[in-house]
């Protein structure tokens, strides 16, 4: 691994922290940016827990469900989902933290890990993405020749912890809901 896709890799959580303080410091939330925020959020939440309920870290490379369409659909739907973080905020300010933090730690730890599966998975792997894009998804799944039948696993979801974006988006619009109603004041 690179040295600095590990720094990106073991940083982009802890830096996160003081973005989303600048984030919300410059936020200026309106009942309509949160009513327009708040399903685009969802959206990106859900195409979260979809990919979750497939992903089988460190176990198969997995490539059925979003897989089939994008090689990184949690990131996918974290990148809508910061689309619906940047609305419901409604400044720009916070827009190009978000938007910038996103797109600048999250390309650099697609392409670390994007190494380490080639080097785990080898020929599956450059045939997987030859097939599938690496971010922006086709329109019809690919049919890969050891695709196997794989299927959405609540259990996966869970073993995944995905449910800890869905409490962070929701603790996010709670916040900007505050924001909002302590301005009124």
Known sequence: MSSAG???????????YPCAILVLWFARPTPRSLLW???LGLLGLFIRARAAGH???QEVLTVTGPYAYTRNPLYLGSAILTLGAAVAAHSWASA???CAYFALFYSIVMRREEAELRQYHGASFDEYARAV???FPRLSPAKLSFAGAGSFSFAQYKKNHEYQASIGFLLLLGVLLLIWWLRLR
Do not use: C, D, N
């Open 133 to 135: 894009p690496l971010f």
């Open 96 to 98: 190009v933290i978000l």
């Open 37 to 39: 925020g708040a399903p």
């Open 6 to 16: 590990a720094f990106f890799s073991r940083w982009r959580v802890r830096l996160s």
């Open 55 to 57: 992903l089988h870290k």
